[in-house]
């Protein structure tokens, strides 16, 4: 699903939301079925970004994750844990369509 996806962006404070890098959009649900662009995050580039950067969100719980055990810990719960930084308030805001 978009929460499981490289392109995707956790928002900082919107559970449950992301933002699309490739579609520059923000995806309330799971569009992976009809999304050309869905590349699945592996474990592996998780755990690169973890030594990279020092920690990794997860999106289903809004929180960041500084060590393999956590996020091995959220993958087995079925969490979407995500390699990129999180968006601020602030872009989200910015980014969110006005009506719907
Ligand atoms: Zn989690």
Redesign the pocket.
Known sequence: MCFNCVYARPLDVHKGVVYCEKLGTLQYSDKSGECPHFTKVTLDELLHRLGEVGYVY?A??G?R?YSDAEVAE?LS?G?S?LPNEPFSDEVAAEEAPAAD
């Open positions: 997860c289903s719980c929180e994750l959220h719960r969490h844990v």
